[in-house]
């Protein structure tokens, strides 16, 4: 079993960069696909990136995400990273990261979350 911890949240203006990161303990994260979601007050959790470093699969990112974020990991630290640049006001959200065996959009698929960070594009 792994528990998972976000941070690096913050309030941040348009156009700003931010990384997040999720620190991994109890299991390394080479075992599982890791996601990254995010919710919007009043919207349903929402699928933003999600990688998996067993085979050679590409970085699975959402239509908003492609060519403004990233995912990267660092195995010595067992934490992996979400990258965000040129952010927008619409980013605004509660950012989740995720552990799962398989590497999916959905939600129901991951099986372990952290407890969420905050981030909050000033216009």
């Known amino acids: 079993q792994v528990q998972l911890a976000e941070s690096g949240g913050g309030l941040v203006q348009a156009g700003a960069s931010l990384t997040l990161s999720c620190a991994a303990s109890?299991?390394?994260?080479?075992?599982?696909?890791m996601g990254w979601f995010r919710q919007a007050p009043g919207k349903e959790r929402e699928f933003v990136a999600a990688?998996?470093?067993?085979?050679?699969?590409?970085?699975y990112l959402s239509e908003s995400a492609k060519g403004r974020f990233s995912v990267s990991r660092d195995i010595g630290k067992n934490t992996v990273y979400l990258q965000m640049n040129s952010l927008k006001p619409e980013d605004t959200a509660i950012y989740y990261c995720?552990?799962?065996?398989?590497?999916?959009?959905?939600?129901?698929?991951?099986?372990?979350w952290g407890q969420g960070t905050q981030v909050t594009v000033s216009s």
């Open positions: 995720a552990a799962s065996t398989v590497m999916a959009a959905t939600p129901s698929t991951y099986d372990y």
């Open positions: 990688k998996q470093w067993s085979g050679q699969y590409p970085t």
């Open positions: 109890g299991r390394t994260i080479t075992d599982y696909a």
